[in-house]
């Protein structure tokens, strides 16, 4: 799988252990910085996860949760690049865009968890049939931080939504 960070064609190697504690296989084993498009179409991989920031405004808590235009349009841009139309991941559709705020960055490593679990569920839905990863999201914010969110109504974290 390929993991895309916030700009286009770059890896961070720091997800290369969340992407092992998942399951998947990193296609450039934990490198780091821009990659080459060529390299991502030669290893052909059967995922892609991008990962966005904080600034990207697409996705967080201040959004309900039926508010997905941004990561939908995030994802569709990868979903459209002509390089990647025969890549695995593009023609089965397993493309997802995930937010830092759940995904790996400096200041949330104590959320990664969630990232791991979302990571689980997209790399191996048969596996993982029952995990919800949304329900996961959920007890920590009301159980664990004390917070009055209701996921249902506020938030959007990863496209497309799981079912």
């Not at 959004?63 to 997905?68: G, W």
């Not at 397993?94 to 960055?105: D, L």
């Amino acid at each position: 799988m390929y993991y895309e960070a916030r700009t286009r064609y770059d890896s961070l190697s720091g997800e290369h252990s969340y992407i092992d504690f998942s399951g998947g296989v990193d296609i450039f084993n934990g490198a780091s910085g821009s990659v080459n498009p060529e390299d991502v179409v030669a290893q052909n991989p059967d995922i892609i996860v991008k990962l966005i920031s904080y600034s990207d405004e697409a996705g967080g808590y201040q959004l309900d949760a039926d508010d997905t235009a941004g990561l939908e349009a995030i994802r569709a841009e990868i979903m459209s690049r002509p390089e990647l139309q025969n890549v695995n991941a593009v023609k089965t559709g397993r493309v997802y865009v995930i937010t830092s705020e759940i995904g790996s960055t400096y200041s949330n490593s104590c959320r990664v968890f969630l990232q791991i679990a979302y990571n689980a569920k997209w790399f191996h839905p048969e596996l993982f049939e029952d995990l919800d990863p949304q329900a996961i999201h959920q007890e920590y914010l009301t159980r664990f931080q004390g917070l009055d969110i209701d996921l249902n109504e506020n938030g959007v974290f990863v496209y497309p939504p799981l079912n």
